[in-house]
């Protein structure tokens, strides 16, 4: 049992670091664009961002990450036009989930044309939600785009955190851009909603078979920094130790409950949202198990 000196000093050191978690959020800015390469930047807002393309003949943009803040959008717009006045050629949407897609309408009524995989198009066409601008050209497996010297492709990699995720390369700077379903130092979000388990697993050695090594995520990976190939194989390392341990719990009666509370990967403590959304993790390999 602590004395109480230092339990005061233990519950100041708290209140501090809280104190200092609070200050850092308060002085990060609402907002900020990121030069990765000559051509490539990030737009960041809150806790979503998008990456886009800047050449002489025009903007490729992705996700308009507008999802009930029409102002994130239109700031977005206002950030690529402190760098170029380049025409605004295409939006591509990473995958059908509306907290990256919704709200791009600003972008269409500048020209831009929409482009997403075709599960994305179908998926919209039946949900019909209003802010979210239909896209205009849809994808299978691979898709190049050329614009200004610099090409961008499109790659589907099957399905994973949804049905209709690409990942976006830039082959000459060896920078990819995926939303959602990699998560570097980080469980996985809630009950990984969705999602498809075994299919997962096949994407993830996919997108280490492409050429590239910087990452951009769809959410600020830990620390600000982009992800690596290594960062990849451990997400891959993780679902394994997740899915062996679920089905050990599984095999003992321990699905659905109590496998959610009783579940630990103690190796991955450490990593972002272990206590907050490991239970929702097994709950999910309970499903698969
Ligand atoms: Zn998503």
């Known amino acids: 049992m602590k004395k109480p000196l230092l339990r005061f000093a233990a519950t100041w050191l708290a209140a501090c670091s809280l104190m200092l978690s609070l200050t850092a959020l308060a002085q990060a800015p609402e907002h900020e664009t990121t030069k990765i390469s000559d051509n490539v930047y990030v737009y960041r807002h809150g806790g979503h ?11 490729i943009a992705t996700d308009p990450i507008g999802y009930q803040h029409p102002e994130t959008v239109t700031t977005y717009i206002a950030e690529i036009r402190k760098i170029t006045q380049a025409p605004i050629k295409y939006v591509i949407y990473s995958h059908h989930h509306y907290d990256h ?26 949900l019909k939600y209003p802010d979210v ?8 497996n691979k898709h190049s785009l050329n614009l200004g010297g610099v090409r961008v492709d499109l790659v589907y990699v099957g399905r994973n ?24 130092e980080s469980v996985m979000f809630r009950g990984m909603p969705d999602s498809y388990i075994s299919e997962w697993f096949t994407s993830l050695d996919r997108v280490l078979a492409l050429d590239w090594d910087k990452m951009i995520g769809g959410h600020p990976y830990p620390g600000g920094r982009l992800a690596t190939k290594d960062d ?8 394994n130790d997740l899915s062996a341990a679920v089905k050990q719990a599984a ?8 496998a959610p509370m009783e579940v630990k990967l103690p190796k991955y403590a450490k990593w972002a949202n272990y206590e ?3 239970p929702g993790n097994v709950e999910r390999f309970c499903g698969y198990w």
């Open 49 to 59: 961002q998008a990456m886009f393309v800047v050449t002489p003949a025009g903007v």
């Open 101 to 126: 897609i919704a709200g791009g309408k600003p972008f269409k009524d500048l020209g831009a044309t929409f482009i997403a995989h075709k599960n994305a198009k179908a998926r919209l066409l039946k």
């Open 133 to 140: 601008v239909i896209p205009d050209v849809t994808v299978g």
């Open 161 to 184: 955190h949804s049905d209709s995720s690409l990942v976006m390369l830039v082959p000459k700077d060896k920078i990819a851009f995926t939303v959602d379903f990699v998560s570097p």
């Open 232 to 239: 990849v194989r451990s997400q891959i390392a993780f679902m």
């Open 251 to 258: 095999d003992n009666g321990k699905c659905w409950d109590p």
């Open 276 to 278: 907050r959304y490991l």
